[in-house]
């Protein structure tokens, strides 16, 4: 079954800390895989994808097929970093993106 | 100002009632999306169409029902079927080719009286 999982649904840390929100998927296959950022009071939005193995506001992501994780990460966090955070798997050929439940990091000064 | 636009963001259903959600983009994008979310859980895909005229079931559709008569507007109807309607429905479109990136409307609050 395909499967996105977010075992945190909160996840608070204090400013200039490390940050690393979990995600973990179940795919027979190639998936792909991206993060979606919510900030208060705006839409949801592609964060990053991994096949583009970029950083995004200091977050990178790394693909790690043999633990079928797909960590978010930044070395310290900023207030403005705050946000509802989702990991989404879509399987190579799919039209249909696949969420996890999210996880809410919350950054305090 | 080019987005999505969802409508109304605040809806009531009684028994019974079939309601419609209203969603509109301008971004002259091919595909768009219906995702519901319930507390703690993900977005779960209810339709979604590549093309005018046509669309496809996701995950949960049963329930609700959807047209695509034009490129820019994908309704969905929540029908008296769906026994458990009450969920924040988010609308969604992408370019055709590159799906990942979706761009989200503000979405429309559900709930039954």
């Known amino acids: 079954a395909q499967r996105v999982t977010q075992p945190e649904k909160l996840l608070s840390v204090f400013k200039g800390a490390p940050v690393e929100l979990k995600c973990n998927y179940s795919?027979?296959?190639?998936?792909?895989l991206f993060w979606y950022v919510q900030y208060s009071r705006q839409r949801l939005q592609l964060l990053l994808r991994?096949?583009s193995r970029e950083s995004i506001k200091g977050f990178t992501a790394d693909l790690n097929k043999g633990e079928t994780s797909f960590h978010l990460k930044k070395p310290f966090a900023q207030e403005e970093d705050s946000a509802m955070y989702y990991c989404?798997?879509?399987?190579?050929?799919?039209?249909?993106?696949?969420f996890g439940s999210g996880t809410r990091l919350l950054v305090r000064p | 100002d080019g987005g999505i636009t969802q409508s109304p963001k605040y809806l009531f259903r009684k028994e019974g009632q079939n309601v419609t959600l209203s969603c509109e983009q301008n971004?002259?994008?091919?595909?768009m999306y219906w995702y519901r979310q319930d507390p703690g859980q993900g977005l779960r895909l209810i339709y979604y169409?590549?093309?005018?005229?046509?669309?496809q079931k996701g995950d949960i559709a049963e329930g609700y029902s959807v047209s695509r008569e034009k490129k820019e507007s994908f309704p969905l109807t929540v029908t008296s079927a769906q026994k458990n309607p009450t969920a924040f429905y988010l609308c969604?479109?992408?370019?055709?080719?590159?799906?990942?990136?979706?761009?989200f409307g503000s979405g429309t609050q559900l709930s039954v009286l």
């Open positions: 795919y027979s296959g190639s998936p792909e």
């Open positions: 989404a798997l879509r399987g190579v050929g799919s039209y249909k993106l696949i």
């Open positions: 991994h096949i």
């Open positions: 971004l002259n994008h091919d595909a």
């Open positions: 169409s590549q093309i005018v005229n046509d669309f």
């Open positions: 969604a479109s992408s370019i055709r080719d590159r799906n990942e990136k979706l761009f």
